[in-house]
C-alpha cells in the first residue's frame, strides 16, 4: 500500500530559503458538519493559526472558500465556507467523503484548519494561473488502515483527520512541499519518488523521503 509514514522519519532541517474513490458512502461515523455563521472570519484565521488580515496568508483566504479535490474517478467542487453564512454542512460532508478511509469506506470529520490550508494552497496556484484540482493519495485512515500501511507511524495525524497526502497536477512536488509548508505551518513530507507531499496540522516539522 502506498502511504507516507507522516511523523515516523526524523525531521530534517530545511532551509527557510527552501521553505521559500471509490464508491459508496459510509454510514458510519460520518462527519458532523460545523454550525453556520459560528466561524467569523478572524476565528477562523485563528483556528488555521493564521495571522492579521495584512498577512498574505490571510488574504489567500478572504472571500468564500472552496476545495477543488479528486481522488481517483470521483472529483468535488465545493464552497465549504462563506463570510455570509458560514460553514455549509453539506459541502464538508462532501469534502470530507472524498477524504475518507475508502478501504474501510469510512468517512471522518476532517480537521477544518486542514481544509483552510489546502484551500489557500489551491487558491495560490490560482492566482499564479494554475487552475488544477488537488490529487488526494489518503486522507482519513482508521488504525486498521495505518496499521497495514506500509511505514506509517503508529500516532499518524491520518488517524485524526488532520492530514492528507496530495499532489497537483504541473506542480513539481518540491514547489508543492515549499509552500504548504509556508503556508500550513504543520507538517510537511516530501516523497520525491512517490512524487507526493503529506501535510498536516500536527506540530510544525519537515521530511523528505
Ligand atoms: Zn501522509
Known amino acids: 500500500m502506498l502511504g507516507c509514514t507522516c511523523c515516523g522519519l526524523a525531521a530534517l532541517a530545511w532551509s527557510s530559503a527552501a521553505r521559500a474513490v471509490g464508491t459508496g458512502r459510509s454510514d458510519a461515523s460520518a462527519p458532523v458538519a460545523p454550525e453556520p455563521n459560528k466561524a467569523p472570519t478572524s476565528a477562523a484565521r485563528s483556528a488555521a493559526g493564521l495571522g492579521s488580515a495584512d498577512d498574505w496568508r490571510a488574504r489567500l483566504l478572504q472571500g468564500s472558500r472552496s476545495l477543488w479535490l479528486a481522488r481517483g474517478e470521483a472529483h468535488v ?19 470530507c467523503w472524498v477524504l475518507r478511509d475508502v478501504q474501510a469506506n469510512k468517512s471522518f470529520p476532517i480537521s477544518l484548519r486542514l481544509l483552510d490550508v489546502l484551500c489557500g494552497l489551491q487558491n495560490w496556484f490560482a492566482y499564479n494561473g494554475l487552475r488544477q484540482p488537488i490529487l488526494v493519495n489518503s486522507g482519513y485512515r482508521t488504525f486498521s488502515t495505518n496499521f497495514r500501511t506500509e511505514g506509517a507511524a503508529l500516532n499518524s495525524q491520518h488517524l485524526l483527520g488532520k492530514a492528507a497526502d496530495i499532489a497537483v497536477p504541473g506542480v513539481p512536488v518540491a514547489r508543492l512541499a515549499g509552500m504548504a ?20 496540522t500536527g506540530e510544525e516539522r519537515v521530511w523528505i523521503k
Open 77 to 95: 467542487r465545493s464552497t465549504y465556507w462563506t463570510p455570509d453564512s458560514g460553514y455549509d454542512g453539506e459541502a464538508y460532508k462532501e469534502i
Open 181 to 200: 509548508s509556508l503556508f500550513g505551518k504543520g507538517g510537511i513530507g516530501m516523497y520525491v519518488s512517490q512524487n507526493f507531499v503529506h501535510v498536516d
